[in-house]
T-cell receptor, first 112, second 113 residues
Framework: DAKTTQPPSMDCAEGRAANLPCNHS???????VYWYRQIHSQGPQYIIH???NNETNEMASLIITEDRKSSTLILPHATLRDTAVYYC?????????????FGAGTQVVVTP | DTEVTQTPKHLVMGMTNKKSLKCEQH?????MYWYKQKAKKPPELMFV???????INESVPSRFSPECPNSSLLNLHLHALQPEDSALYLC????????????FGPGTRLLVL
């Protein structure tokens, strides 16, 4: 199973970009990288996912290195509401449902 | 619409009680999941239903009994739980295709006394 490594915590100033690193050095060629976040006591919220190419949506950008061994989630303009635990996840398995194996995540605190 | 609903939001039960958690989605998803999350820990997968059939049981004790009556509804029946089963129970669903995005509900916070 591919596993991920993230820093346990990060602080970010409101209005600045937040860059969240993730290491997944054992990822397989057909495994996607997913990012979710969980605001305190709520259900995890999907942010973005990618395979090889960089991806961008209305919430964030995902930068995946060429060797696919690491990635960075970028929140372009952090707000106080972005304070949450951010999970970098590699989708395990080739079954159609795809098991999500959560790691410990990064606690991001956005400060005024 | 990417909404997954869960009821109840909170549940307190004794160790001899029988209760059920309910999860519902109307996105046409064919895969549904139960996760358990203890305080300050990441979610852990319990069960996966695909096309209304149980596909994965992550060695969950039999006091937790899942049920998928139809493609929109997922239940988790609880019986003879222990205090250590107190946790946030999360439901999720996905289309059931290769490119999987799981959408989570808000969870049911369970306290076993």
């Amino acid at each position: 199973d591919a596993k991920t490594t993230q820093p346990p915590s990060m602080d970010c100033a409101e209005g600045r970009a937040a860059n969240l690193p993730c290491n997944h050095s054992t990822i397989s060629g057909n495994e996607y990288v997913y990012w979710y976040r969980q605001i305190h006591s709520q259900g995890p919220q999907y942010i973005i996912h990618g395979l090889k190419n960089n991806e961008t949506n209305e919430m964030a950008s995902l930068i995946i290195t060429e060797d696919r061994k690491s990635s960075t989630l970028i929140l372009p303009h952090a707000t106080l509401r972005d304070t949450a635990v951010y999970y970098c996840i590699v989708r395990v398995g080739t079954d159609s449902w795809g098991k999500l194996q959560f790691g410990a995540g990064t606690q991001v605190v956005v400060t005024p | 619409d990417t909404e997954v609903t869960q009821t109840p939001k909170h549940l307190v039960m004794g160790m001899t009680n029988k209760k059920s958690l309910k999860c519902e989605q109307h996105m046409g998803h064919r895969a549904m999941y139960w996760y358990k999350q203890k305080a300050k820990k990441p979610p852990e997968l319990m069960f996966v239903y695909s096309y209304e059939k149980l596909s994965i049981n992550e060695s969950v004790p039999s006091r937790f009994s899942p049920e998928c009556p139809n493609s929109s509804l997922l239940n988790l029946h609880l019986h003879a739980l222990q205090p250590e089963d107190s946790a946030l129970y999360l439901c999720a669903s996905s289309r059931g295709t290769n490119q999987e995005t799981q959408y989570f509900g808000p969870g049911t916070r369970l306290l076993v006394l």
